[in-house]
């Protein structure tokens, strides 16, 4: 994951002070790519440890269209509730209810979750009814019946439900190439990249996206391209970067997905895991809300 250090090296030398929407505070770039070749290995961040069952089980949500955090918070997954809880801090039923009490609420009151749980028309919604359209039933068929289109798009910014999203989409736009020998590759475009927290969680879900893809279409994989617009590093992250900058990346682990599954749709937990995962010891950092 040498990419990923250089982006973070690359922000720290060329980044402009910025202020943002949270009142944290970044330092920031407009324009970066990274581009990983998923046979060399699952590009999972190993100069700190990343919590990869979360990866899968949110990935898994959005294909599903979910888009209630109850399902997440179910499977310890927590990295969507400070939206959700926040909202409902401001509603007349809280009654000073920690962030770690309300996801209890989430997880053992399925009433308490479909009432304050919703995000919104976030990703899931978006991915499988956008105004309308399955896109992702159609990327498939189209994948399959016209490989070389250059119109294999995923879409999550809707201008017409972005009022209504708990936030708006940062991964916006995710196109598909297949090339002559039928290799498999995606390019996601990010408006919005959050470099310490959200950056090593978005390169391992696309590709991992794409490597489910290749399987049920019955492709070889190629790339994962990644392309970020503001690509910033918070203050509250700086000294966290720099901790990962003082470390050497291992070798890359391998995914291993149930071989079975030819449907994309039919995907469980269950059904992958992580091989010859070692990295260094986890970096905590606090979510910009």
């Not at 899968?56 to 310890?76: M, Q, R, S």
């Not at 196109?175 to 391992?204: H, M, T």
Request: charged letters at 20%; glycine letters at 6%.
């Amino acid at each position: 994951m040498e990419q990923y250090l250089e982006l973070c090296q690359y922000v720290l030398k060329h980044g402009q002070k910025k202020a943002d929407r949270t009142n944290t505070g970044t330092i920031s770039v407009f324009g970066y790519q990274m581009k990983f070749d998923l046979n060399q290995g699952f590009p999972l961040l190993t100069t700190k440890k990343v919590h990869w069952p979360a990866i899968i089980h949110e990935l898994l949500w959005f294909i599903a269209g979910d888009t209630n955090i109850e399902y997440l918070v179910k499977n310890k997954v927590y990295i969507w509730s400070a939206w959700p809880y926040q909202k409902y801090c401001q509603n007349k039923d809280y009654l000073g209810e920690t962030l770690k009490e309300f996801n209890e609420k989430i997880k053992s009151d399925h009433q308490f979750a479909l009432k304050y749980g919703d995000l919104g028309p976030v990703y899931g919604k978006q991915w499988r009814n956008f105004n309308g359209v399955d896109q992702l039933t159609d990327l498939l068929t189209n994948l399959k019946e016209n490989p070389f289109s250059r119109r294999h798009i995923l879409s999550a910014w809707n201008p017409e439900e972005i009022s209504n999203m708990a936030l708006p989409p940062c991964h916006t736009l995710i196109q598909f190439y297949v090339s002559e020998d039928k290799r498999l590759s995606c390019q996601l475009y990010q408006r919005s990249g959050d470099i310490f927290l959200g950056v090593p969680f978005n390169i391992a879900s696309y590709s991992l996206l794409t490597i489910m893809l290749a399987q049920v279409l019955g492709y070889k994989l190629g790339n994962f391209v990644h392309t970020l617009g503001d690509a910033h590093i918070y203050s509250n992250h700086l000294e966290q970067v720099n901790t990962q900058l003082k470390r050497t990346p291992k070798a890359l682990p391998k995914i291993i997905i149930n071989p079975n599954i030819q449907d994309l749709f039919a995907f469980k937990f269950e059904d992958f895991r992580i091989e010859d995962y070692n990295p260094d010891e986890p970096i905590k950092g606090v979510v910009a809300v």
